[in-house]
């Protein structure tokens, strides 16, 4: 069973970020800078104009686009 994580306490910068992911996962922090890039890249196309206008990352999040009159 794995031990329990400590809360964060400050917002991780970008790097930080990386770095927390990599250690965690054993990845290194240029193939999570990759993911984390085109997953940028995804979320991007799904809520750009005539794009789907939604987007679920599963057990995480969901971004919705919201039309407003001018």
Known sequence: ???KKTAITKPLTKSALYAEIAENTEVSKKDVAAVMDELA???ERHIKKRGAGT???PGLLKIKTVK???
């Open 41 to 43: 890249n995804v979320v």
């Open 1 to 3: 069973m794995a031990a």
């Open 55 to 57: 987007f679920t990352l």
């Open 68 to 70: 407003k009159k001018a």
